[in-house]
């Protein structure tokens, strides 16, 4: 379901991480911390964001998954790698991003769906923040739900396969590939 961001979409994106930012309530404002892309690229990320959320933190050392084990919740605005490794190590995560930017294959489409149904998945920062508003005193209770978690696993299941015998799988793949040729 591979996507990205041209450079015509940056100024949209900008806005709906202003977006959400100016959705949450002071008190969460001053609990965010915020991880930029490691290259700017021009952009001006950090800039643009410190003068929405003055008060953000940022997380700019250490591994990100690490990061992602400490907090209490998740909020990613792109479906890129970070979104799969929340859901992969299953820690509390709600997404967001334009689905009108970021495209994703018919084939794709239930599994998000399934996310959506569930409220992890939001078209708008503005339903994000919601969310993240509803839920922010204990988010757990939340995550935890069967169909929460049925959501996430089959997600998961599609798009991010993970077992700690991973290497015997793929060679096991390899080795049927290599007697089809």
């Not at 965010?32 to 940022?58: M, Q, S, T, V």
């Not at 970070?82 to 967001?96: D, G, H, M, Q, R």
């Not at 995550?143 to 089959?154: F, G, H, I, L, T």
Request: glycine content about 2%; some cysteine.
């Amino acid at each position: 379901f591979y996507t990205q961001l041209l450079p015509d979409d940056m100024s949209s994106y900008f806005e709906d991480r202003i977006s959400f930012f100016h959705g949450l309530t002071d008190d969460l404002r001053k609990k965010i911390l915020y991880r930029p892309y490691p290259h700017d690229f021009g952009w001006e990320e950090l800039e643009i964001i410190k003068k929405a959320c003055p008060n953000l933190k940022l997380v700019v050392k250490d591994d990100l998954v690490k990061w992602m084990q400490k907090v209490k919740l998740i909020v990613i605005d792109h479906p890129h790698t970070s979104f799969i490794e929340a859901l992969t190590i299953n820690v509390p995560s709600v997404f967001y991003w334009d689905h009108e930017i970021f495209l994703m294959r018919k084939e794709a489409e239930p599994y998000f769906q399934l996310l959506r149904d569930t409220e992890i998945l939001f078209k708008d920062p503005l339903s994000a923040a919601k969310k993240v508003r509803a839920i922010f005193s204990d988010p757990m209770s939340w995550w935890m739900k069967d169909s929460v978690q049925k959501a996430r696993a089959e997600f998961c299941k599609q798009y991010a396969y993970n077992r700690k015998d991973w290497m015997n799988v793929w060679m096991e793949e390899f080795k049927q590939l290599e007697n089809k040729t």
